[in-house]
């Protein structure tokens, strides 16, 4: 019986992404950014044999949680962030307010820093927001992953509609493979 292909670069890290976002939805709602390093597990285990029984070795990338990032603007902390290279990727998960089409349409566009603080409290008391989980993940090759949970319309810490492509948060995704270089 033929063995079946190995998943590609963009499939190990469409499931990091996913593993990413189940391990930040075990603390619930209402949780800061958290950043991860994303190493190939069997260099991890190599380098560290006492994880082997903590790590998925079926998995070909592992996600390893990094401190908690400063509370100041998160571009300016990801931008001062430069990966060694054992670390072949990173992920970031955080939590952002989703408008619906037609009301992101009316926002206007190439607004300053100060004047986007105006935007996030418009967007956070518009009537129609939603909340969400966003997980951005890259790989040193330019691999790109992103997945959206939207917190259930109730409030409530149940999973709410994932949405998963490569490319719902270019920007972010432009940000992390910056640290990368």
Do not use: K
């Not at 190995?6 to 603390?27: C, D, G, K």
């Not at 990032?69 to 939590?95: K, N, R, T, Y």
């Not at 607004?111 to 518009?126: G, L, N, P, Q, V």
């Amino acid at each position: 019986m033929p063995s079946s292909p190995s998943p590609s670069p963009a499939q190990q890290l469409s499931a990091l992404a996913r593993e990413v976002e189940e391990f930040v939805a075990t603390a619930g709602w209402d949780q800061p950014p958290q950043l991860f390093a994303v190493v190939p597990t069997s260099e991890l285990v190599e380098r560290e044999p006492e994880l082997a029984g903590q790590v998925d070795q079926g998995s070909a990338l592992t996600p390893i949680a990094q401190d908690s990032l400063p509370d100041e603007d998160l571009a300016e902390s990801l931008a001062g962030i430069m990966w060694p290279e054992a670390v072949h990727g990173c992920a970031l998960a955080q939590e952002i307010v989703v408008l619906p089409p037609e009301a992101e349409a009316a926002l206007p566009t190439g607004y300053s820093s100060a004047e986007s603080d105006a935007m996030r409290r418009i967007a956070a008391e518009h009537p129609r927001r939603r909340e969400a989980r966003l997980v951005a993940a890259v790989l040193r090759d330019g691999t790109t992953a992103c997945l959206l949970r939207l917190r259930p319309e109730d409030g409530t810490d149940g999973d709410g509609d994932l949405i998963e492509h490569p490319e719902l948060a270019p920007n972010l995704t432009d940000a992390l493979l910056s640290t990368l270089r």
